[in-house]
Every structure is written in C-alpha cells, then in structure tokens.
C-alpha cells in the first residue's frame, strides 16, 4: 500500500512538473508609440501617405511587424520639429505606453533648406547654410530636446524611450554628377555633430540613443549600392529609401531592443 501512494505521489510530481516546463510562455504586453520627423514617418520609402507622409516601410512600422506588439501607433509627421513632439505629438502617450522611439532635431536646424541650398547652390551658400545650421544645433537645439524629452517623460513615466538619430548622407568617394567633395564633407560633418548633441541630451534624459551612421556607412548617396535618395523632385530625397530603413535603421534599434 505504502509503495502504491509513493509511486502514486511519483507520478503526481512527474506530471505537474512536466506540465509546468510545457506549458507556453505568454507573451509580455508591448504597447508602443512612434514619434518623430519624416525619418521616423518613413519618408523616402514607398507606400508614403497623408499630409504626414507616413509609410509602412518605414523603421516604426518595421520593429512593430518584427516585434508582435499587442499596440502600435505612430504620430510621427514629415516636417517636424521639437516643439511639434513637445506639444502634439506627445499627446499619444499615456502611462502605459511601455515603448517610444522617437528621431527629432533634424528639421530645427534647416535640415530641407540647408540641403536646398547645398543641391542648387554654391559651395560657399553652401557651408554658410550648414553653418548656420551648426551653430543652432550648439545653441538652442539642446534645451529644444531637454523640453522635449521632459514631456515626454512626463507623459509616458514608465517606457523605455529609445532616440534614434540621422546617418551621414554622402559618401566621401567620387561621385559624377553629385555634390561637390567640399559639400558633402560639410553635410557629413554637421551630421556628426548633430548626432552628438542629440545623443548628449538623450543619455542625460535616461532615454538610450541609437546611432544609425555605422549602420549606413557605404550606402549614402554616391555609394554603390545607396540607402539613401539623391536628390530628385520628390519629397524623398536625402531621406532613406526601403533598403535604408530595413538594413539600417531596423537593425540598429534591434541591435538594442532584442
């Protein structure tokens, strides 16, 4: 009898603990806003639509499909600038929102009209824009993103915020046709600069930053095989095509979020 109930209790034991080893785990919960500029919005890649030109191929959309997330929204909007998130965009947000990312500050120094300048222009109008450019982004662009990130802390208390930045445009090598060396070493070097201020003010936000450029580097405008348009008519250039945010922004908010 004794070794009836042992063996009995034996096989209890056995079965609750290979159950609880089968049994699936539930999937954790994601709620997730985007936020941003037309580099968040997906500009450059197809699909773009709306007066915010939003597209399904840009990066936003692209980590929700890799991720299952059981909410996804994006606010981002083509032409933004901080005080745009600060005040609108922001408004998404709630406090359980568990993930943001967000890709701002470009459009504050005169990212379109310094690039404007750059295509149609002189060299010297040319290092006058990106200067001029350089010289908020050193002044007034970092309490821009302190207030920035504030409220968007504010709004959403307990998410991960994660500040993805802006590649380089060009490739330094030969390039028929394009920019000038001078100019596009000017570009490149305004967008170093501007990564790092808006990596500065992100890491003292407690938010991480995502530095895309290493994700670019052979693919700008002039590579072989570019990520991102030359200039054309379209409302596409100078931003990341299809390929641009599928091999180089994804990958790199990947890289971070798992």
């Not at 994006?74 to 359980?96: E, P």
């Not at 379109?112 to 200067?131: E, H, R």
């Not at 970092?142 to 990130?149: F, I, N, R, S, V």
Request: glycine share 10%; with cysteine.
């Amino acid at each position: 009898m004794r070794q009836r109930r042992l063996a009995a209790l034996a096989l209890l034991v056995s079965t609750v603990f290979v159950g609880s080893v089968a049994a699936p785990a539930r999937a954790a919960s994601v709620d997730y806003i985007a936020l941003g500029d037309s580099y968040a919005s997906g500009v450059g890649a197809p699909g773009t639509s709306g007066l915010c030109m939003r597209s399904p191929n840009g990066y936003p959309q692209l980590w929700a499909d890799a991720h299952a997330v059981s909410s996804f929204r994006t606010v981002a909007c083509g032409g933004a600038v901080t005080d745009d998130v600060r005040y609108l965009q922001v408004l998404a947000l709630t406090s359980s929102t568990d993930v943001v990312t967000v890709t701002i500050g470009g459009n504050d120094v005169g990212f379109a009209s310094a690039m404007i300048t750059c295509t149609l222009g002189s060299t010297a109008s040319c290092l006058d824009a990106v200067n001029d450019g350089r010289d908020y982004a050193r002044t007034t662009l970092p309490g821009d993103l302190d207030a920035t990130y504030a409220n968007i802390r504010r709004q959403a208390p307990a998410a991960k915020v994660y500040v993805l930045g802006y590649p380089r445009l060009f490739e330094e090598s030969a390039c028929p046709g394009g920019l000038g060396l001078t100019k596009r070493q000017a570009v490149n070097q305004a967008a170093d600069e501007l990564s790092g201020i808006i990596a500065d003010r992100a890491t003292r936000a407690g938010f991480t930053y995502v530095d895309v450029r290493s994700a670019f580097t052979g693919h700008g405008v002039c590579g072989s095989t570019p990520w991102i348009n030359a200039f054309s008519l379209s409302l596409g250039s100078y931003h990341p095509n299809a390929a641009g945010y599928r091999n180089g922004y994804l990958p790199a908010l990947t890289a971070i979020t798992g």
